[in-house]
T-cell receptor
Framework: DTEVTQTPKHLVMGMTNKKSLKCEQHMGHRAMYWYKQKAKKPPELMFVYSYEKLSINESVPSRFSPECPNSSLLNLHLHALQPEDSALYLC???????????FGDGTRLSIL | QQQVKQSPQSLIVQKGGIPIINCAYENTAFDYFPWYQQFPGKGPALLIAIRPDVSEKKEGRFTISFNKSAKQFSLHIMDSQPGDSATYFCAAKEGQGAQKLVFGQGTRLTINP
């Protein structure tokens, strides 16, 4: 079991739905990340939070909206997604930006 | 622009053999080189990592060899087991600035019994 917990494990949603992905870590890490991973490809960075502030947005479409309510929790709000957004969404955390990143097991998202 | 090139894409080795996965980079600002192991349905797990001030690092059956002048690094798995069958990603990160993790394209490793 990883120390970065992501819920739900699987999510199926229509293109008009609004849903949220959740990520939690209790390791005291102050940097948290969202990645998108398509099949047989490496993870692609989406967002980085450092000390609860957004430090990197990799030109992600506005239908993805991150939120970091506190140092242990990271959310990714989803709205009006497209079929090509179907992927594994991974959360990671590290003590600070310079330290190794540890990944959760992801949320498998399918857009109908 | 692919900043970290990984090869081979796939690799099949008999149990007990030594699979070797290679990565090459161009950005000399990279100062941290981790390897991740990913099983189907799971997230990438940090396996081993190296910084450019050493040429080799061993952790159990896993060894990273690092050649700073050639800008290459590789993963060796000693006494490989079927349970090592997974996708392996090399990565690199700068020590300053955005410090984003740049991944190689991955190697799907199969260890046959």
């Amino acid at each position: 079991d990883t120390e970065v917990t992501q819920t739900p494990k699987h999510l199926v949603m229509g293109m008009t739905n609004k849903k949220s992905l959740k990520c939690e870590q209790h390791m005291g890490h102050r940097a948290m990340y969202w990645y998108k991973q398509k099949a047989k490809k490496p993870p692609e960075l989406m967002f980085v939070y450092s000390y609860e502030k957004l430090s990197i947005n990799e030109s992600v479409p506005s239908r993805f909206s991150p939120e970091c309510p506190n140092s242990s929790l990271l959310n990714l709000h989803l709205h009006a997604l497209q079929p090509e957004d179907s992927a594994l969404y991974l959360c990671a955390s590290s003590q600070v930006l310079s330290q190794p990143q540890h990944f959760g097991d992801g949320t498998r998202l399918s857009i109908l | 622009q692919q900043q970290v090139k990984q090869s081979p894409q796939s690799l099949i080795v008999q149990k007990g053999g030594i699979p070797i996965i290679n990565c090459a980079y161009e950005n000399t600002a990279f100062d941290y080189f981790p390897w991740y192991q990913q099983f189907p349905g799971k997230g990438p797990a940090l396996l081993i990592a190296i910084r450019p001030d050493v040429s080799e690092k061993k952790e159990g059956r896993f060894t990273i060899s690092f050649n700073k002048s050639a800008k290459q690094f590789s993963l060796h798995i000693m006494d490989s087991q079927p349970g090592d069958s997974a996708t392996y990603f090399c990565a690199a990160k700068e020590g300053q600035g955005a410090q984003k993790l740049v991944f190689g394209q991955g190697t799907r490793l199969t260890i046959n019994p």
